[in-house]
């Protein structure tokens, strides 16, 4: 319901800037906001996935589009998000549109190396790791 409300605010904003609302935006909209897409890649092969026509390029611009009126914002270019599922695994992304996928224990060997490089860990474990 909530996506439904977010698609239709987005969809009145793009018709504000005098985008037409073709089939193919239609469903990248859809797969922006229902999927979890870390690059336009992602969204171009969702897409293809559904037998969508569409270019990379018609992805790309309707990223630049969302992205200028302030849906998206592709300037957090490195983070690190705890999926939904219980944080049993965690999301890297990079800024060259790459992520990685780390389970809980991989996550805590990545933090451990990390801390030990800077002298934190002298004779510790990491224990757990848990979202903000």
Known sequence: M??????????????????????????LLDIILKE????????????????????????YRMVNTLEQIGVID??????????????????????????YCLSKNKMNDVLSEGLKSIGLMEGKKVQEVLPE
């Open 2 to 27: 909530q996506q439904e409300m977010q698609k239709e605010q987005i969809i009145e904003e793009l018709k504000k800037m005098g985008c037409r609302i073709t089939k193919q935006r239609a469903v």
């Open 36 to 59: 979890d897409c870390s690059c336009c890649k992602e969204i171009y092969y969702e897409a293809k996935s559904r037998q969508l026509n569409v270019g990379i390029a018609t992805v």
């Open 74 to 99: 592709r300037k957090k270019m490195y983070q690190v998000e705890c999926s939904e599922k219980q944080c049993e695994k965690f999301i890297v992304k990079m800024d060259d549109g790459t992520s």
